[in-house]
């Protein structure tokens, strides 16, 4: 599989300049073919894990999940006919940091985003089935999982959608891939989501060996026309895409996902939370506190060596 130097291990052939880099495949049962679609690589996929209980997809095959500013946060599977209700939500919300809108279709061929539904349902509920998903996911170090119920409860619902700009706003490498690096190149995206696609059956099926067979009464591999681009989008943007009718949705995200990304819209977001990062990391591995103590020490004229240090 040619790909590029920096990608998940990948392995040089040849010695003569430009090297050719060859990406050793995670999951190679999944290619009948190397120039196999990310389409003919899901559907494989569906063959291999797919299952089919009595919870009905079709009833929504829309996902609009947006984080804000100021912890807002809007959450929501649904009709589609409710596009106009959430569209407004988004018109009106305070700026978004990462978020998705996808409508479930297989109309949006090679330009759409491969995504995986997992329904769970167990004795005390199908909260607890999804929570037992999310922990054994998050175990594997993977992100992004949009969660919610159904019928009352009696359905847990998991949902994992290819979401490189998502996972390269937070800097996230899920699957251990470097997903900002990924997305700065539409030309690759077949192979993005091939890379994609290997690694989220392969987690999946590592998932059902842990959960009980009968806690799983669904797991399907769907295609979506989507984008996870709502928070690389000026307001302009964002009203035009709320502004289309539910029935033409599906087109219009279809629309967005051929659009080059907007890199230095990119660059400018990571310059920006780069401080925020840098404070997440020093109070994970208690440096904040201790900066918090030595000032306090110098303050208080507890450090021994404080005067020296501070001139005084």
Known sequence: MHTFDWALEAEAVGTVEPRTFVRRLACPQLYTTPNDTWQQVWRKASGWLGKCGEYNPSVCPLDVWAQCDGGHSIESASPLERWPELARSLVVAPPISTGIVAVRTNAAGPLGYPGMTVVLETPSGGADGALM??????????????????????????KLIYSPSWYAADEERNFGVDWARWVALPDDQNESKRLWCEHAALAVSKVMQELPPLCIDSLFFDEHAATDRLWLLS???????????????AAELARLSAEPLPLSDL???????????????????GAFWDEVQRLSEVREGLDPNAREREGL
């Open 133 to 158: 998903l999310v922990d054994l996911l998050g175990q594997q170090g993977i992100s992004g999982l949009l969660a919610n119920q159904a019928e009352g409860g009696r359905w847990g619902i998991v």
């Open 267 to 285: 660059q400018q977001h990571w310059n920006k939370i780069a401080p925020r990062k840098r404070m997440a990391e020093m109070l994970e591995n």
């Open 235 to 249: 307001k302009p943007a964002v009203r035009h895409l709320c502004a289309v009718s539910h029935e033409r949705l």
